[in-house]
């Protein structure tokens, strides 16, 4: 073995993993040297997840980021000789109807990120699957470029640690364990292990199940945890006797009974001869905090499988008997059986990046073997260029807010995430049902008086419409459709569109208390924000100004948005409630990188915000105002912000809207929230649920919302956001952006599509959630433009102003006319569409009081 190093550039902690493996792999391709690997046990790792996976590999999924990682990983795995394109069936049981709707709806979610998954019957799922019982199935999923990792994704691991020890660029060393980390003034310094300490540039945290344990060395933790996943064997079963396989049949997975099941090839290779069948508890998972899990002496299989016993899996298997008679027929291999551990995330996705509190230090836990190779491309690019091909904010970890690193808030949402892997289908605005109320808007308990109809974000209690306004149906009722489909229904309240009419007709107050707000104070606080912003920032004319402006990557890409308060001694950053802690992280890192002398305070929990809007906000807010001329037009322009007293509280008044109505955000301190609620409240105003704010006003306004339509996958001039004229000072991306407008077109523009006809084959009306493909009608295939990104829908919400659904979807330009009529597709139904606008033009003019169809 060689000579354990003292110095390198990087340090990976688990290279024994596919993922600690392909990171390392990857960094090398981009050009790094001088890294070392550890790993606590062999590598490839004997006892992580990887050493026990079942190594499917499925590239059907709701969310592009997975699917891209996944298709990227199958690519990766051939392309090494390593991977069997077998397909996969994802079967719906007979009678199975909202399994059925599940299926349709992945399907057109794949035709969105570009998987061949398509729809098969019976006959078809038994002659691929000769296994079922062709009369217990309706139909199937089939994804083609399903498979396996052969023999094992631990082979893989294995091969690349190799390769990049013969290329002199990597050293890796087995059953070495991290003991601590070396931080020094916020910058890890080194990892100390019972070989020696390697002082490092940087190190990466990729050790799956153990992950927790070396983030809680630097004071962190992170939002996953280690879950029983029961993994049964069945034989001897020798149906591909004398082929060589490690696969003969496809993949075959059964999500309405939460589990999946395949055969391992021929009794000759590593696990061959067996049937293996695979279940995720729905009931009552298995959590198991990473302290708890055993050292490799200690365990009786190993540290990351666990002894199972039968009544674990006793009525799922029973169903699965059903389904496929044969698991009866043959032999119980109770000694290959066992619960392997796997990751669940409490976030809703991987935990990845850079640490909240040290520099240098990087995470990527909570991955699939299917997205290892993938993940490894992510991080090695996120590190070298500070940025990735695909927007990362759904597993960036500095999305986190502390609650949520919490060690009870983490068990809670693991444990239903744990529930929800395979089943049931997850609907895209499902609310989290543990670890609520941890944020409260000081007027809080007057919603809950009002009825507030609550959805969570950031850990903020939001009412999206409040029951109290019901009686606003029998005004605005023949304008508000029924939404007879129950998935189209889920989660959603009526009585919210009939608040966006009627503060579209009045006026009407919203709570904003989710609001994130940052302040940035000290010498340099003008210098780094003029630095950061597309917008301009520096000089006396902007204090007191609200500025809307985004964050730019270095490549001219769409990084953030969120308005800006010049104050007299600050900049104030207001900003979404889930872009917030990533975005404030990334200031104090930028602030660090260049030197500036500033102080970055998250604020958001000392003010609140209650947004006032409509045609009658004006009149309505004299009423309460200790100077009502201060509101007239002449003394209160467009963006902005002056001091006001409300029941004798100062409240700052920022004139603009996200809702295309008149009106202002009232910021003021927490403590005097309730006094200005009552007060507006007293004048008759009607209180607003979030839903219009966030969906159906803001889309008839043609507003675009960070994180769904604003990601860095597209420019600034491409969403239409871009100003006229470019300011002289530098910054970010400059250059770039630049390049991009002196282009004649650009390669999409983000366009606003409706709805022509919204009724599906059973005559039922639509009201369609989540993301849909924009298809050319001609030839039915989704559009893609000449960078190869692919047309789907980034928000979608029906207008009742409107009265039509309304999504923004971006567009090749060659697509990009007024009136080009296209086609989007809803659990495997096709409408049609049409282009409403290109780029930013609002479908209602509140300036003329009446809607643009």
């Known amino acids: 073995m060689a000579e354990f190093p003292k110095q390198a550039k990087v340090v990976i902690i688990g290279v024994g993993g596919i993922v600690g493996a392909s990171i390392a792999h990857h960094l090398i391709e981009r050009g790094w040297d001088d890294i070392v690997g550890i790993d606590k046990s062999g590598v490839p790792t004997d006892i992580g997840s990887t050493a026990h996976a079942s190594d499917f590999c499925y590239t059907t999924s709701h969310d592009y980021l997975s699917v891209w990682t996944t298709q990227y990983s199958i690519d990766f795995f051939e392309k090494m000789g390593h991977y069997a394109r077998i397909g996969g069936l994802e079967i719906v049981r007979a009678g199975d109807e909202a399994w059925m709707e599940e299926v349709k709806r992945k399907i057109s979610s794949g035709k969105a990120f570009g998987t061949r998954a398509s729809f098969i019957g019976p006959a078809e799922v038994k002659e691929k699957f000769p296994l079922v019982e062709e009369e217990m199935v309706a139909g199937a999923l089939w994804d083609p470029d399903a498979g396996l990792v052969i023999p094992r994704s631990q082979t893989v691991a294995g091969k690349l640690v190799d390769l990049g020890e013969k290329s002199g660029k990597l050293k890796a060393f087995a059953n070495t364990p991290a003991q601590s980390l070396i931080v020094e003034g916020g910058r890890i310094k080194g990892v100390v292990t019972h070989r020696g300490t390697i002082m490092a540039d940087h190190v990466v945290v990729c050790a799956g199940l153990w992950g927790r344990l070396i983030a809680e060395m630097v004071g962190e933790d992170l939002p996953v945890m280690p879950v029983d996943h029961p993994l049964t064997f069945f034989g001897p079963y020798n149906e591909f006797e004398g082929t060589g396989k490690d696969i003969g049949f496809p993949l075959m997975r059964d999500q309405g009974n939460s589990a999946y099941m395949r055969d391992t090839g021929d009794p000759k290779t590593a696990e061959g001869g067996q049937i293996e069948w695979g279940y995720y508890e729905t009931d009552e998972p298995r959590l198991c905090h990473p302290r708890d899990i055993l050292e490799k002496n200690e365990a009786r299989l190993s540290p990351s499988q ?469 298809m050319d009608p001609e030839t039915g295939e989704t559009l893609v433009d000449e960078l190869g990104r692919r047309s789907y829908t980034t928000s979608i919400a029906y207008g009742p102003t409107i009265g039509k659904n309304i999504a923004l979807a971006y567009l090749p330009w060659a697509y990009c006319q007024l009136g080009r009529k296209l086609t989007v597709e809803y659990f495997s139904e096709t409408y049609p569409v049409e282009v409403a606008a290109v780029g930013y033009t609002p479908l209602y003019d509140p300036e003329n009081l009446k809607p643009r169809s």
């Open 306 to 774: 666990r002894d199972l016993e039968m009544e674990q899996i006793l009525e799922p298997l029973e169903r699965a008997m059903e389904l496929t008679p044969i698991l009866g027929e043959i032999g119980y291999n109770e000694s290959y059986s066992f619960n392997g551990l796997l990751q669940v995330s409490a976030g809703g996705g991987a935990s990845c990046g850079e640490s909240q509190k040290v520099r240098g230090l990087w995470y990527c836990v909570a991955i699939w073997v299917k997205d290892g190779p993938g993940y490894g491309k992510l991080i090695a690019d996120w590190m070298t260029d500070g940025r990735t091909e695909i927007d990362h904010n759904s597993i960036d970890y500095a999305r986190f807010y502390p609650h949520q690193m919490t060690e009870e808030f983490i068990e809670n949402r693991c444990y239903e995430a744990a529930q929800k892997i395979y089943f049931p289908a997850i609907h895209p605005r499902e609310p989290y049902a543990t670890s609520r109320g941890i944020k409260h808007s000081p007027f809080y308990e007057r919603e809950v008086e009002l009825g507030g109809h609550f959805m969570e974000l950031g850990g903020w209690e939001r009412a999206h419409g409040y029951a109290s306004n019901a009686h606003l149906l029998e005004k605005f009722g023949d304008r508000i459709p029924v939404r007879e489909n129950e998935w189209d229904n889920r989660h959603f309240w009526r009585v919210s569109n009939a608040e966006h009419l009627q503060l579209s007709e009045d006026c009407g107050i919203i709570n904003l208390s989710h609001f994130h707000m940052v302040d940035i104070e000290g010498p340099d606080h003008v210098a780094m924000m003029e630095w950061l912003c597309a917008a301009k920032i520096g000089g006396d004319n902007m204090i007191g100004k609200g500025i809307y402006t985004h964050f730019l990557d270095d490549e001219g890409m769409v990084r953030a948005d969120f308005t800006v308060i010049r104050m007299e001694d600050r900049c104030r950053l207001i900003n979404g409630a889930d872009a917030g802690p990533r975005d404030f992280h990334y200031m104090r890192r930028v602030a660090e990188d260049k030197g500036y002398d500033v102080t970055i305070t998250d604020v958001t929990e000392a003010f609140t915000t209650i947004g006032i809007w409509g045609p009658n906000a004006r009149e309505t807010l004299k009423k309460v105002v200790a100077d009502p001329a201060g509101l007239d037009i002449e003394n209160f322009p467009f963006a902005a912000i002056k001091p006001i007293k409300i029941a004798g509280k100062t409240v700052s008044a920022f004139r603009l809207s996200y809702v295309g109505e008149q009106g202002w955000e009232l910021h003021m301190k927490y403590e005097d929230g309730l006094a200005v609620w009552d007060a507006l409240r007293s004048t008759g105003v009607t209180p607003v649920g979030v839903e219009t704010y966030a969906n159906s006003r803001r889309m008839e306004k043609s507003l675009r919302l960070q994180n769904a339509d604003l990601l860095t996958q597209y420019n600034l001039i491409e969403s239409d956001l871009a100003r006229p004229k470019v300011k002289e000072a530098d910054f970010r991306g400059k250059e770039k952006h630049l390049e991009y407008k002196a282009r004649e077109h650009q390669p999409a523009m983000l366009c606003t599509l409706v709805m022509t006809d919204n009724v599906d084959a059973k005559g039922v009306a639509r009201y369609p959630v989540g993301i849909l493909p924009v």
